[in-house]
Every structure is written in structure tokens, then in C-alpha cells.
């Protein structure tokens, strides 16, 4: 489908529609200023697809599930159904690797992508999320599904103590499925000094599924069911003045698996679930350890400008469960050989942001400025000590400008940035499995000019109108086609395979905020000439693929107040996308499980019964995707529906309880990850009913 017909088309009939509305009758709400564009802007600013998810939701949701995925899972239309797992391979945005930060550090690896972005926070730390649906380079490398901008706790005038506390157990097993946490906030905001410090602490029981048993525990890439974490959290501010401004927040993440639980494999040909039984793995249980410090300096009138400086860290260490894959075999090692892989990386990076709003007097804004990541990385098989992905060092330099024309009802905005990166690699040896190839290193670089334009037009107060052009950038996860040579005499320098990925996000939507109703109508398409799908090898390990992939969707969210203390809304998406299997430079084949999202359907209604006394009731329906035929359709997709309440109640002396039903029907299910691209050792259910108690108390 041509997006510039789509787009026109919209456009023209909006240019001609005629909404009549009554000046009493728009009762504007602020909008929220989306930290997420680098530029002070307003939501409705913004060309493009915008969620924010704020504390409350964030706590309403941590009611019926135990983790930001499960979050992202339920409140995003365009965000694939949470595994349920310590991974978040194959959860995707608008079927592509959405970017997460943390207070804009970003949390994804770009040279070997170990799949745990969405597990370097506790979500009791975090006091919103900023959501840009859709390829962008403002943020740098890695967005080519869209940005996830997680912004932590913040202090307000004054002392405040806060604990929390909560239990959940499945109704059908609660023995081993009873899970616990508990947690503490300090924050205080006096003169020129403001502090926030917290500990949360998270012990996690198994996972049931609707036929009352155990689902099966992933030993491979790691599991969030019987399993430890941890979370401590700092953040310091300093005002200098009414101007200048210093930050530093430092965040210590860990979660591990215990490992008291091993896996029955199951049959996916037959529906036969993979299940969990007590039993001691063989190795380490899987781990994620992640260590975010930033440090931001701000002035106001800096030449005139609003200068943001933030230097940052991230330190990453992910071990993954093992195996006796012919992948680690090495025969100077023994016959029949176990083995694990531990992936480490090491971030630091500078941005500088420079904001001139309303430039010489004019209706023009500027933002400008420069960014710099180092990365690096290397994959070790740790029960060994081998390298399966050599020490690699990524350079990346990125100046950029972005400008914006505000003229009366439109808004115009353009910019470029122009990235530089350089890849470090020395002389390696690959492993046995791939024939101990000698591979000769190199420092091969890439540029890339990075263009985005967006039109906003404000029909009305309530309605706006926009159609946007951006374009993303990423690499192709280097460490999987480094370790994967199993060719002579090859050169990291004339490795094709090493280009980066670029995507391009074509966006027109149409939105409206009024008294009673918001509503968000979108259609994209997300384009990649040379992209980068992953296939599993014979042992299940992913490799890299390069191919050409084009992605596209629709996306509509809606909330309707009913009364003052009533509302209904619904959030729906329908996804699909192609890629090019015989390289001939059409797109010919169905992208899977692994990348599109099947269509769903989420309504719910939120009811305030009492100034003090809430509920929430959501439907979660993902729809049939059956694009196999022979013995591939055992990938196709066989939806569910699941319910879930929640209930939360104020007291005057003992704080705020909520209290949720997850899958209140008890739908038996298996995920849609294990249906699309599972194997019989993860072909896993969903969990069942699990009712959960949360406490949180403020002094």
C-alpha cells in the first residue's frame, strides 16, 4: 500500500472535515512534556505515536503482573504479548527492537543484543514511562521499533518514607507458587538538595498454568519464576541556582534464577505442554546483573541556550542457562561437553543537548548537539573460558540538528543526524563447532545521514492531525555474525554482514482529546532494505540473517469517561510484515512469531466507586494468525483471551491495599511465543488465575 496515497488522502480529509464544538465544552487538560524528544515539547507536539504510562498505572498493573514487559504487554497496542520469561527476545514493538533508557541511558546492547533490555529495572523504581511508537534516531543507535523511556522516582518538597509490600500465589497451587516482596523509599526535598534512595527486594515462586500445573521453567535464557531479585536505587540533585542544575542517579539491578526446578519437555506436534518438576540444574542458573549511573548537568541560559550535559555508565553481565549443544562441543575439552555463555558489556557515552526555543524573536526552535558511545563487548562460554564472540569495541559519534516551525495552527519540524560509527575487532578464532576458523580483525567503519520530517496540524482544540518520516538506526547484532564464521580466510573489514540496519518509519495519524472522549487513530509502515531477522540453527541457537523487510500496521487507542468516576477504553492493532527469502529484492514471505504481533483487542473499564475505593477490569483478546501451511503450520498462532481485575482501597491510617486477579477465568493457554517460534523444551503455558495483595504505605 502506498503510504504518500494513505497519507493524502487522510490529510485531505481532514483539511475538509468540519468539527463544530462549544468553547465550554473543551476543558483542557496539560498535556505532559515528553523527556523522550530531547526538546521540551508537549505531547501533542510530537508527529508521532505517543503513550505515557504513569505511576498509578504503573501500580494499577503491578496488581495482575509481576514485571515491566507484562506492563508494556498490556498497555502498548503494538507491543507483542510478554513472554513471561527473564528474556524479551522476540518482544517487539511495531515488529521491530524498541530502544530502552533509563533517565535516557540506554539499556540495549547494540553489539550483541542479550535480549534482557527490558530486565535492568525493578518497576517499583520507576515513576513513569515515556513510549515513541516507531523508528527514530533522536535517541541514537537502536530504536528501530520505537523508544521506551523509563524515568525513575523523583523527590518533592519535604520528607517522605514509603514501604511496600505484596504477595501472590496461583489459586490452584499456592505452595510453590507463592511469591514476595517488599521495598522502601526515602525521599527528601529541602533548599538547594533534593534525595531519593530505595531498596526492593522480590522473591518469586512458580508459575501455574490454567490446567494446574507447573509451567515449564526456561533453563536456557533464564526465567523470572523461582527466582531472587533485587533493586537498589540513588538519585541526588543539586540546584545551584534558579539555573544550573547537577544530577547523579545511580540504579543496581539483579535477578537470578534459583535453580531448584528442572524442565519436562514437552511435544508442540501433540499439545503437550514443557513443565516444571523440582531437580538440580546442571551449572549456574541463569543471571542479569546491571549496574546504570548518570551524571546531568543543566543550565537554562547557556549562550542563550537550555544546555543538558549527561555523562553515563552501563556495566551488564547476563549468564544464560547451558546445555550440551554441538554448537560447544570441543574435543580439547572432552567428549559430550556442557557449557554456558555469559554475555558482558560496558557502555559509557556523553550527550549534549542544546535547546534555543523561539529563536531571534521568530515562531522557530532549534535542538542540537552531539552524542558519543563506546560499547564493549564479548561473549565467554563460562564453565570453559572460551570467547564465542571476540572483545569488541564500538565507537560512535553523532552530531545532530533538529528544528521546528510553529505557525499558527501547524507545526513543522526537520532534522538530521549524521552518525558515524567504528567497529574494533582484532584477530580471533571461532570455535571448534565452526571449524576453529582463523578470522583476520579490522576496524571497519559506517556513516549514515539520518533524516526525520513531521507535519502537526491542530484542527480544533480537540482534534490534531499528523503524518511523519523517520528513519532508524541500528547494528545487526555483530557478536551473532562474528561467532557464526565457519568460512576461511574471512576479513571483519569485508564482512558484508556488518552493515548496519536502517529503518525507515512512515507515520500519518489522527487524534482527539475532548472532555469525555481521547482518541488515537494511527496507520505506519516500517521499511528496512538490508534488515537483520533471526532463524534458529539446528541447535536452537539464533543466527543472523540480512534480508530485505517490510513491516506495516494499524494502531487505535480509545477512552471514553462515562461519568466523572467511570470510563471505558479499548486499545486495538493489527500488524503485519514480509521479508525477502530468495534475495531477489522483493518481499515474498510472512514474517513470524519472532517479530509481528498478532492482532489484538484490550478493553477495559476503570470505575471509582468511592473517593477512596477503585477498580479496573481489562480483557486481553489476541486473534488467530495462521500464515503456515504443511508441516510449518505448526507455527501458527491459536489466540486466547484473558480477564483481569483489580481493586484498590484507600485507608486514613493504613495506606492503600490493591488486591488483583490475573486470568480471573483461569484460561489455559500456551504463549504466543511458544506457539509461533517455540520448541518442544519451550513450549510453555501461561500462567493461570494468581491472585496478588499489594501494601504501600506513605509517612
Not at 511469591?179 to 518469586?204: I, K
Not at 547537577?246 to 514443557?274: E, F, K, S, W
Not at 576458523?437 to 567503519?445: K, M, R, T
Amino acid at each position: 500500500m502506498n503510504f504518500s496515497i494513505i497519507s493524502s488522502a487522510v490529510i485531505g480529509v481532514l483539511a475538509s472535515a468540519s468539527f463544530s464544538a462549544n468553547a465550554d465544552d473543551h476543558n483542557k487538560t496539560e498535556t505532559m512534556v515528553v523527556s523522550a524528544t530531547r526538546a521540551p515539547l508537549q505531547q501533542s507536539a510530537v508527529p508521532a505515536t505517543v503513550t505515557i504510562i504513569d505511576g498509578e498505572e504503573i501500580r494499577q498493573q503491578l496488581s495482575v503482573s509481576n514485571s515491566l514487559s507484562d506492563i508494556l504487554g498490556n498497555l502498548l497496542p503494538s507491543y507483542s504479548p510478554s513472554r513471561q520469561k527473564l528474556t524479551s527476545s522476540g518482544e517487539t514493538l511495531r515488529g521491530r527492537t524498541p530502544l530502552y533508557l533509563i533517565d535516557g541511558v540506554p539499556q540495549s546492547n547494540p553489539l550483541r543484543n542479550g535480549a534482557r533490555s527490558g530486565n535492568t529495572i525493578d518497576p517499583m523504581m520507576i515513576e513513569r514511562v515515556e513510549v515513541i511508537h516507531g523508528a527514530s534516531a533522536i535517541q541514537g543507535l537502536g530504536a528501530s521499533g520505537g523508544i521506551i523511556n523509563i524515568i525513575t522516582k523523583t523527590a518533592k518538597s519535604g520528607t517522605e518514607h514509603q514501604v511496600t509490600a505484596g504477595v501472590s500465589a496461583p489459586t490452584s497451587e499456592t505452595s510453590e507458587g507463592m511469591s514476595y516482596d517488599a521495598g522502601y523509599l526515602v525521599s527528601h526535598g529541602e533548599g538547594q538538595w533534593q534525595f531519593v534512595a530505595g531498596l526492593h527486594l522480590r522473591e518469586t515462586g512458580m508459575y501455574v498454568d490454567g490446567n494446574g500445573e507447573l509451567v515449564g521453567v526456561d533453563t536456557t535464557q533464564g526465567d523470572t519464576m523461582d527466582s531472587s531479585s533485587e533493586d537498589l536505587f540513588g538519585k541526588v540533585i543539586y540546584q545551584f541556582n534558579s539555573e544550573q542544575q547537577l544530577q547523579l542517579m545511580v540504579n543496581h539491578y539483579q535477578v537470578a534464577t534459583n535453580g531448584d526446578y528442572v524442565t519436562v519437555t514437552g511435544d508442540r506436534v501433540n499439545g503437550i505442554p514443557a513443565t516444571s518438576v523440582r531437580g538440580e540444574i546442571e551449572g549456574e542458573p541463569a543471571e542479569n546483573e546491571v549496574t546504570t549511573v548518570s551524571l546531568n548537568f543543566s543550565d537554562a541560559d547557556w549562550l542563550g541556550a537550555d544546555l543538558k550535559w549527561q555523562l553515563f555508565s552501563q556495566d551488564f553481565s547476563a549468564l544464560y542457562g547451558g546445555g550440551r549443544f554441538g554448537t560447544f562441543q570441543d574435543p580439547a575439552f572432552g567428549d559430550d561437553l556442557y557449557d554456558q555463555s555469559r554475555n558482558d558489556s560496558n557502555k559509557l557515552g556523553s550527550r549534549v543537548t542544546l535547546n534555543w526555543l523561539e529563536v531571534a524573536n521568530s515562531n522557530i526552535d532549534i535542538t542540537t548537539g552531539l552524542d558519543f558511545l563506546r560499547d564493549r563487548t564479548y561473549q565467554e562460554l563460562a564453565q570453559t573460558g572460551r570467547k564465542w564472540v571476540p572483545e569488541t569495541d564500538f565507537e560512535n559519534w553523532a552530531p545532530y540538528l533538529q528544528t521546528r516551525l510553529n505557525e499558527g495552527p501547524w507545526s513543522f519540524s526537520a532534522g538530521l543526524r549524521y552518525e558515524y560509527g567504528k567497529l574494533i575487532v582484532d584477530d580471533f578464532t571461532t570455535l571448534a563447532s565452526y571449524g576453529s576458523q582463523d578470522v583476520e580483525g579490522g576496524e571497519p567503519s559506517f556513516n549514515e545521514l539520518l533524516t526525520n520530517f513531521g507535519v502537526v496540524y491542530e484542527f480544533t482544540d480537540e482534534w490534531r492531525g499528523f503524518v511523519s518520516v523517520s528513519e532508524g538506526f541500528s547494528m545487526p547484532d555483530v557478536g551473532r555474525v562474528l561467532r557464526g564464521i565457519d568460512q576461511p580466510n574471512q576479513s571483519v573489514d569485508s564482512f558484508l554482514n556488518l552493515q548496519p540496519v536502517l529503518t525507515e518509519n512512515n507515520e500519518v495519524g489522527v487524534e482527539y482529546f475532548g472532555r469525555d472522549l481521547a482518541l488515537s487513530i494511527s496507520y505506519f509502515e516500517s521499511d528496512s532494505d538490508l534488515g537483520a531477522r533471526l532463524s534458529p540453527n539446528a541447535d536452537g541457537i539464533f543466527e543472523v540473517n540480512r534480508e530485505k523487510t517490510e513491516i506495516n500496521g494499524f494502531e487505535l487507542s480509545a477512552q471514553y469517561s462515562l461519568t466523572q468516576d467511570a470510563s471505558i477504553g479499548a486499545l486495538y492493532a493489527d500488524n503485519d510484515g514480509e521479508f525477502d527469502s530468495d534475495d531477489d529484492g522483493r518481499v515474498d514471505t510472512k514474517l513470524g512469531g519472532r517479530n509481528i504481533t498478532p492482532r489484538r483487542l484490550n478493553v477495559f473499564w476503570k470505575q471509582s466507586w468511592t473517593g477512596m475505593v477503585g477498580s479496573r477490569l481489562q480483557l486481553n483478546s489476541f486473534f488467530d494468525r495462521k500464515i503456515y501451511s504443511g508441516t510449518e503450520a505448526i507455527n501458527n498462532f491459536e489466540g486466547y483471551s484473558t480477564l483481569d481485575f483489580s481493586i484498590n482501597m484507600l485507608t486514613d491510617t493504613a495506606g492503600e491495599f490493591t488486591f488483583g486477579v490475573e486470568n480471573l477465568l483461569d484460561e489455559d493457554y500456551f504463549t504466543y511465543y511458544s506457539q509461533t517460534a517455540g520448541n518442544d523444551g519451550g513450549n510453555f503455558k501461561g500462567r493461570g488465575r494468581t491472585l496478588r495483595l499489594n501494601w504501600r504505605y506513605s509517612f
